[in-house]
T-cell receptor, first 112, second 112 residues
Framework: NAGVMQNPRHLVRRRGQEARLRCSPV?????VYWYRQLPEEGLKFMVY????????ESGMPKERFSAEFPKEGPSILRIQQVVRGDSAAYFC??????????FGPGTRLTVT | GENVEQHPSTLSVQEGDSAVIKCTYS??????FPWYKQELGKGPQLIID?????GEKKDQRIAVTLNKTAKHFSLHITETQPEDSAVYFC???????????FGSGTQLTVLP
């Protein structure tokens, strides 16, 4: 069974560029979540999506960040005009039902 | 919103000894409490979870206990092995929410 897949695993962007992070959930899972982890810290919730719908984006910064989970294809977390403070590990999780969340390996974003 | 505190932040034990990690949560309505193990450079791995209608759950060398009155829950690892060395995170979730609120993590080191 393939688990949650994320790509790229490492991403380097210069300040002002755009970052696109992709997440393919476990086959059959319709719930996708994005979390951010700063060095030496726990994970912070960003957004929860189901197919074609954003259910809860209460943890998402109001500007520059957006997320989607289209009918076909992976979920995308998009960060526009990145700044150094966006450097972090971004994790995607999926679940067959609310609560049980299975995490991917993460994308480590470095902004130079 | 929910707040989760985790202690200790670091824990060293001798191989074969037991390790206990404790978490407290703030919202008495929380009803789902998972534990994750995160190895260096990897995503969090769900190792055990417990729901509020259960006081204790065990899976081989790992057990979790929940005290709803005191609003705390604990992870117990018996007969620790070097491969148990990792960062462990507790989390809590409210019934209507889909997001997990994480503790700050415990770096467990099992000394051979």
């Amino acid at each position: 069974n393939a688990g949650v897949m994320q790509n790229p695993r490492h991403l380097v962007r210069r300040r002002g560029q755009e970052a696109r992070l992709r997440c393919s959930p476990v086959k059959g899972h319709s719930h996708v979540y994005w979390y951010r982890q700063l060095p030496e810290e726990g994970l912070k919730f960003m957004v929860y999506l189901q197919k074609e719908n954003i259910i809860d984006e209460s943890g998402m910064p109001k500007e520059r960040f957006s997320a989607e989970f289209p009918k076909e294809g992976p979920s995308i977390l998009r960060i526009q005009q990145v700044v150094r403070g966006d450097s972090a590990a971004y994790f995607c999780a999926s679940s067959p039902q609310p609560h049980e969340q299975y995490f991917g390996p993460g994308t480590r974003l470095t902004v130079t | 919103g929910e707040n989760v505190e985790q202690h200790p932040s670091t824990l060293s034990v001798q191989e074969g000894d037991s390790a206990v990690i404790k978490c407290t949560y703030s919202d008495s309505a929380s009803n789902y409490f998972p534990w994750y193990k995160q190895e260096l450079g990897k995503g969090p791995q769900l190792i055990i979870d417990i729901r509020s209608n259960v006081g204790e759950k065990k899976d081989q060398r790992i057990a979790v206990t929940l005290n709803k009155t005191a609003k705390h829950f604990s992870l117990h690892i018996t007969e620790t092995q070097p491969e148990d060395s990792a960062v462990y995170f507790c989390a809590a979730s409210l019934p209507a929410a889909r997001q997990l609120t994480f503790g700050s993590g415990t770096q467990l080191t099992v000394l051979p």
